[in-house]
């Protein structure tokens, strides 16, 4: 009841969202449809419509569909999408009328593509929206890609305030946030692992992607739950007319789709998969040595994953979408002396959409989803074995309404509803004999709730704007939790080419992800905001400027942002993460702050395109004295890993021939902080044993690795088969074998003639050398 109450007693509030979209209402004549793709008629999120002779406009949404409400007469519409051919159209408006849009690929689209775009360069002048990036497969596939396989979180790690947190290591660090706060959504269902082989390759495969937007500031109202960023992945729906088999054959993978109709017009699907195969070559190569003395077997290490998606019309007004994904990483080892270990992790996602149009100015669109992520551990030496396993499982309903009340306001509200499960931890160990068994077992259970309302209002031809209000609640157990997060942000155009804008978002999250920071495997654990672990939020502010530039060939950016975080998680000394039934007192909780300075400039017409990305950012922790500890850091500031102070990528592609393209990417990083010894001292025991150096530790995280910087190179060929297309793609990664850090260790120095250690030497390892690769890419 008392959560029932919170929210009867905060729902009052969204009254306020939707009175000033009651002024200024009016008759108008109300324009509609899609905006798709005419070479798979896959719909185009963030597509343009534009009326010139009214200086006014539309912007497709997620869904492909847009709604413009404009007076009778006859108009000229022009549609433009990033990729494609614009398209102009006369139209005499004296009735509402629905009307659909499909547009050609451009004949020239290598040369005139860059990674992301909302629309045209102007478009992404005039919309009050900023930090937000926008991503098609179409594009990403253009870039240098390690092994040759295409991975599009990756290439959102090319764009100012995002980074990862080097190689070998998975999760997106966005605007000074940690890799638990990021919102990972496909087709509205959550997904919680994003990664594949230890964060190498994220599990969007980019055959069956449409599109993928990253929200890192000013969030809209209907996203929530995360204190980061939102990437909101959209999968294709699938060749409503022709049946096309597609793929690509790489040196760690291959790739294959088949899409076609399942009626025409009215509905059709795809189907996509991928597997690596690594252990191919791996047991091979044990295969030949396993006679061999002292031989280490190399483990066994593989992951696929499929994705799947069908829609259908019911009739003019609703439309049914289906999407599914499973995806498994496989990793085993099987040694020579009875050691045996075996890991697996992955994600199961299900989502069932409905899409109703009530009439041309309102929609709705409701989903029922389920996902699921799990890993398990077993291991065996001799007649002993232990397993240990952990899983978070979702069902959620969510629906969104969206009103285009007329050519000044657009409105939208919703409500979702999550059930948690977590399965913290699940312990079973004992002998082949069955004479010692042990084992535990940690569940708990937790509800989520929202709802949101919102109006964008173009208030004039200068000043835009966009706020909405969210009112979010988490239950478990008998603890309950809610807050209120507000949502603001504009757009004012000083003149035609030049605009600023600035948003406020406030966010909680009430969902933790619990890593094992020592471990080199992903063994992650999802865990509920409870009585002692308090709900995550953060507050971010962003102002910025943008200008076109050279007669609206070149958009430059600058983007200041600072975020407040407050109950941050982070670990005791010693604390024992796993198969323990009070994880709870292991927790310690802290402030955050994160501020910056993004510049960007980016170029999308002419045979050279391309962007340049500088971000200056400082994010920095606290944690005081707590629960009879000494806090972290004894209580002082520390920057965490993920603190890199500068960050510069430089992006480049370039038509050479209408076959060949030539693209390249450099970065640029600070080098992330470490924690070091300073020195060591000699310690000797009361019985005159061994010395041993004991290192003496300063404040956390006080030095810094070595800056990390990297060349990628690419071509693309484009062949000539006898039906359908195909391409060679070579990636060069690493070009000049740059040997970045990935952790450092201490050495012994000894005396040769005495064998005693005289000092202690420095070591860096590093992952990746220059790695060159070939795809072959075809579609018939």
């Known amino acids: 009841m008392r959560f029932l109450f919170f929210f009867v007693r905060y729902t009052l509030f969204f009254c306020f969202i939707l009175l000033p979209g009651l002024v200024s209402a009016q008759a108008r004549y109300t324009l509609s449809g899609f905006i798709r793709s005419g070479a798979d008629r896959g719909v185009l999120p963030g597509a343009s419509l534009a009326v010139p002779a009214l200086g006014t406009g539309v912007t497709a949404d997620s869904t492909g569909q847009y709604s413009l409400s404009l007076p009778a007469g006859r108009y000229q519409l022009v549609v433009s999408f990033i990729g494609y ?54 594009e990403a596939k253009l870039l240098p890609a390690l092994f040759g396989e295409v991975d599009l979180l990756k290439t959102l790690q090319l764009k100012p305030g995002v980074q990862n947190g080097g190689e070998g290591t998975s999760g997106l660090f966005v605007r000074g946030g940690s890799a638990d706060q990021n919102l990972f959504l496909l087709d509205e269902a959550v ?35 995360r204190l980061s960023s939102v990437v909101d992945v959209k999968l294709r729906e699938g060749d409503p007319q022709k049946y096309t088999v597609s793929g690509g054959l790489g040196l760690i993978s291959s790739r294959l789709t088949l899409e076609g109709p399942i009626v025409k017009e009215k509905g059709s699907f795809i189907i996509s998969g ?30 696929y994953d499929f994705n799947a998606k069908a829609n259908y019309k019911l009739g003019s ?34 989502a069932l959409r409905w899409n109703h149009v009530f009439s041309p100015r309102l929609f709705l669109n409701t989903t029922v989803s389920t ?63 069955g004479t010692l068994n042990i084992g535990s077992d940690v569940t708990y259970h937790g ?84 009585q002692n672990v308090k709900p995550q939020r953060s507050q971010q502010v962003a102002t910025g400027v943008s200008f076109l530039l050279g007669d609206g060939k070149y958009l430059l950016t600058n983007e200041v942002y600072y975020k407040w975080a407050r109950n941050q998680v982070d670990f005791r000394d010693g604390a024992q993460l796993f198969a323990n039934s009070d994880l709870d007192a ?20 002419g045979r050279t395109t391309g962007w340049v990305g500088y971000t200056l950012a400082w994010t920095r922790r606290n944690f005081q004295p707590q629960r009879g500890t000494t806090g972290i850091n004894n209580g002082r500031d520390f920057f965490p890993t993920y603190d890199r102070r500068n960050n510069l990528t430089v992006v480049v592609l370039h038509q050479l021939t209408p076959r060949i393209n030539l693209t390249g990417s450099f970065v640029y990083t600070s080098g992330a902080p470490t924690t070091l010894p300073s020195g060591r001292f000699a310690f000797q025991d009361l019985f005159g044993g061994d010395v041993a150096a004991v290192p003496i530790y300063p404040d956390r995280n006080t030095y810094r690795m070595a800056p990390y910087h990297r060349l990628d190179l690419g071509l693309v060929y484009k062949l000539k088969p006898r039906r359908g297309e195909s391409d060679l793609t070579f990636s060069v990664y690493n070009a000049y074998n740059r040997r970045n850090p990935y952790f450092v260790y201490f050495d012994q120095v000894k005396d040769k003639q005495t064998n005693l250690v005289t000092s202690y030497r420095a070591r860096q390892v590093s992952l990746f050398p220059v790695i060159p690769s070939v795809t072959y890419n075809f579609k018939f």
């Open 371 to 433: 996902t699921r992520y799990q890993y398990g551990i077993t291991n065996k030496l001799d007649q002993f074995s232990f397993g240990l396993s952990s899983d978070i499982r979702d069902y959620a309903l969510r629906s969104d309404l969206e009103y285009a009340l007329n050519d000044r306001h657009t409105l939208k509200a919703g409500a979702t509803a999550t059930a948690h499960r977590f399965g913290v931890g699940r312990l079973q160990a004992g002998s082949a004999d």
């Open 586 to 605: 292991e927790f310690l909780f802290g402030k955050g702050w994160a501020y910056g300075d993004e510049i960007y400039l980016e170029k999308k017409q």
């Open 274 to 303: 991928r597997r690596t195969y690594f252990d191919v070559f791996t047991r091979q190569i044990n295969k030949l040595n396993k006679d061999a003395e002292d031989y280490n077997p190399i483990p066994d290490y593989y992951f």
């Open 447 to 530: 509800q989520e709730a929202s709802l949101y309302a919102s109006d964008n209002f173009r208030a004039s031809d200068k000043l835009q704007l966009e706020y909405g209000l969210r009112l979010t609640g988490f239950r478990s157990g008998s603890d309950v939790f809610g807050g209120i997060e507000p949502r603001a942000s504009a757009r004012y155009s000083l003149t035609p080419a030049t605009s600023l804008k600035a948003s406020y978002a406030q966010m909680y999250q009430y969902v933790h992800l619990v890593t094992n920071s020592g471990a080199s495997l992903p063994t992650d654990v999802w865990y509920p905001s409870r």
């Open 317 to 350: 007004k609703d439309q049914l979408f289906l999407t599914g994904y499973y995806g498994r990483d496989i990793f085993g080892f099987n040694s020579t002396n009875g050691f045996n270990f075996d890991f697996t992790w992955g994600n199961t996602v299900g």
């Open 191 to 225: 997904v919680y692992n994003p990664s594949h082989l230890f964060g190498l390759f994220s599990v969007f495969n980019p055959d069956a992607v449409q599109s993928v937007d990253l929200y890192k500031g000013g969030f809209p109202a209907q996203f929530g739950g």
């Open 85 to 138: 051919q614009t398209q102009t159209r006369e139209l005499n408006l004296n009735r509402n009328q629905r009307l659909s849009f499909s547009l050609p690929e451009s004949n020239n689209e290598l040369g005139e593509v860059t990674v992301v775009g909302t629309g045209t360069l102007e478009q992404k002048l005039q919309t009050p929206q900023m930090s937000v990036e926008r991503l098609t497969t179409k």
